[in-house]
């Protein structure tokens, strides 16, 4: 694996080495806490693995973080599940979310975009009254620490401040974006039973308004426990009997109150993708997630106070949450609220471009999506102050590294990164001090030991084998909701490894440190004993112009046979006749093996993915399979469930 990209694709120049917010920390944490002063990034992530408790305290103290009582150690209890961190410490996330506006005040916290692609900033100052003055409400309305806030909303401004509100009077917040229906809300949110509902009428995608009245009027009969109703006229309309106004709760100048909690206190609850059941509800807590983003973004991001931080994103997705924690590290962060590609394929970039973005997020479909569409982002646009382009979501192909170096600029850094909803965090990805080889993800990130483990629990090197991870992440989970015993918890993570977290994706780590993901696990082609991740056949199939999107999956038949076909979805205008059956099967016998050729190619109207873009693979099995469609998947956790019954109907054919 390591001979596969001799020569790196981007390496960072000595100055900004040098310059690199990781740099300075690892020299630091040498001189306070033991960390190796030299060996570079491999060995400060060595230390930061063999030594969690002197790595996690470095942290805390580098990013000055605020205990309101002390704690009484770093880690008390190690053990997966149930790793207790800094037991003794309160804090609050909201005050270290909103600690800039002490120095700097009158600057923008947030750039807002729609459509009409024109930013919008809201100062630090303002950012910070609304939230105080929302927060006094909240706790009028009688939301203690511990109850539970849900918003209905686009990734707008009144979103940040309901979530941190929300944190500051020690609340548990939660979101679905606008776009799902009231089954995938309802599906969601009466699990955690919420006290208020932050809601908009509507929203604009497209180009085109979408009247949301008629679903929150649902999601109102349906959700016995609210107390208060909080109406956002994005569309303009007046608010429903008993509903509250925003402008009235966010009117008073008054500054926030933070109240402390405890490191392991529920900050909020985001959800599994619950393609084969009810979403998981899972619960990070406020220390835990404040202590992770911190470094996540302010080492491996390496964002500061003169950054804009903009992620494509909705708040039904975990990388929204992530996105707000930008304002940990003081950085400027960019909501844009509308669809990736209006009025073009271009639209992200433009946006890039026009709030100045220094560390622009996106997802690799969407890259894939600009290479097949002939956007040229670095020639049409300046894009000068984009430092780094991160993907995630699925792996970014090698095309799509070759594609954002030549199309973008080729000092430019790319960072794939591949982490969970699960942790809300990256298990590897950037390294801004590190190369960037085609195809790979720089390293596993500090205090992450991430390993490639074979059936048995050996560690492999080279090899694909089974992501885990091996010491506990303050990240982690602190529990689902409605898991009394734990037992949902420790079966999604722990039921494979005891004691130690197995995520469900094939990775390969190489000899070089660097990272490679296939795909996930669960959902493994298994040909002769020969296992294969799906993303590398999607790689391969779609750089022919022909295929929009595909999907592959492995079956496993009862005589013990097994059927591996390929759904493609053409571009417009293509027939699947034999010749491009033909080019097919030679693209996937040369660039992977003979044993990847699929035993037949199916055209399909369209591939389903999850409410979060990603293509479903298990359901599709279990409907090959033969098991019926409600029990096969939930349906409000797909994008499209027409598109299941063709799968359904071509299991009865061959059945």
């Not at 939301?143 to 686009?154: H, I, K, N």
């Not at 090899?463 to 999604?492: A, C, K, Q």
């Not at 993570?493 to 190489?510: A, N, Q, S």
């Not at 082609?525 to 022909?546: H, K, T």
């Amino acid at each position: 694996m390591s001979t596969v990209n001799p020569q790196p694709l981007w390496q960072p120049d000595p100055q900004r080495i040098a310059g690199a917010r990781i740099t300075a920390f690892q020299s630091w944490a040498a001189d306070h806490h033991g960390a190796p002063a030299e060996g570079g990034y491999p060995a400060l992530h060595r230390w930061s693995v063999d030594a969690p408790e002197a790595f996690w305290k470095a942290v805390t103290e580098w990013f000055d973080v605020r205990f309101s009582t002390p704690y009484a150690r770093v880690l008390g209890d190690r053990s997966m599940p149930g790793a207790e961190w800094f037991p003794g410490a309160t804090l609050n996330y909201a005050e270290h979310a909103l600690r800039a506006a002490d120095t700097r005040a009158d600057e923008p916290a947030l750039l807002h975009v729609d459509e009409s692609h024109q930013p919008l900033p809201v100062s630090w100052a303002e950012l910070r009254r609304q939230v105080g003055s929302l927060a006094a409400e909240l706790r009028a309305l009688g939301v203690r620490p511990g109850d539970r806030v849900s918003g209905y909303l686009p990734n707008i401004p009144e979103a940040v401040v309901a979530l941190l509100a929300t944190a500051a009077v020690g609340g548990v917040w939660t979101s679905c974006a606008p776009d799902f229906g009231a089954r995938s809300v309802l599906d969601r949110f009466q699990q955690v039973e919420p006290v208020v509902l932050f809601t908009v009428d509507g929203y604009r995608y497209g180009g085109k308004e979408h009247d949301r009245r008629d679903t929150v009027a649902e999601l109102r009969r349906e959700l016995p426990t609210l107390r208060a109703v909080v109406h956002i006229p994005l569309l303009g309309t007046e608010a429903p009997d008993g509903a509250l106004d925003w402008p009235g709760l966010t009117a008073s100048d008054t500054d926030p109150v933070f109240e402390p909690v405890p490191f392991d206190h529920p900050l909020w609850v985001l959800y599994s993708s619950g393609t084969t059941g009810l979403p998981k509800a899972i619960v990070q807590s406020q220390g835990g997630i404040l202590v992770e983003h911190l470094k996540q973004l302010g080492l491996h991001c390496d964002l500061g106070p003169d950054d804009r931080f903009f992620w494509y994103t909705s708040t039904g997705w975990m990388m929204w949450n992530f996105l707000v924690s930008g304002l940990l590290t003081g950085t400027t962060i960019v909501l844009y609220d509308g669809s990736p590609g209006f009025p073009d394929t271009g639209a992200q970039w433009r946006i890039a471009e026009r709030t100045r973005t220094t560390l622009f997020g996106t997802s690799a479909a969407y890259v894939m999506a600009c290479r097949k569409a002939d956007v040229h982002p670095g020639r049409d646009l300046d894009l000068s102050t984009v430092q780094c382009v991160a993907t995630t979501g699925s792996p970014l192909p090698p095309d799509g590294f070759r594609w954002l170096h030549d199309e973008v600029r080729d000092d430019l850094w790319i960072a794939s990164v591949s982490g969970g909803t699960d942790v809300c965090s990256c298990f590897a990805g950037a390294v801004p001090t590190l190369p960037v080889y085609i195809g790979e993800l720089q390293a596993p990130c500090l205090g992450t030991d991430l390993q490639a483990w074979d059936p048995a629990g050996n560690s492999l090197i080279d090899e694909v084998g089974e992501l885990v991870v091996t010491n506990p992440m303050p990240s982690m989970p602190i529990r689902f909701w409605n898991d009394p015993d734990g037992s949902r918890y420790h079966d999604s993570y722990f039921d494979t490894y005891p004691g130690v977290w197995r995520h469900g994706d094939w990775i390969t780590l190489t000899s070089r440190g660097s990272v490679v993901i296939h795909g996930r696990s669960d959902s493994t082609l298994n040909r002769q004993g020969v296992r294969m991740g799906s993303a590398d056949i999607y790689e391969a199939v779609e750089r022919l112009p022909e295929i929009k999107e595909s999907l592959v999956i492995g079956v496993e038949e009862p005589d013990g046979g097994y059927w591996m076909p390929l759904f493609v979805h053409l571009a417009p205008g293509t027939v699947l006749d034999d010749t491009l059956r033909t080019a097919i099967k030679r693209t996937v016998r040369e660039q992977l093996s003979p044993r990847h050729v699929p035993d037949e190619i199916i055209e399909v109207p369209g591939i389903p993915h999850t409410l979060t873009g990603k293509r479903i693979e298990v359901p599709v099995k279990r409907l090959l399979q033969g098991t019926p469609l409600d029990k096969a998947v939930n349906p409000g956790s797909i994008d499209n469930l027409d598109l299941l019954h063709f799968y359904e109907d071509l299991a009865r054919k061959r059945a």
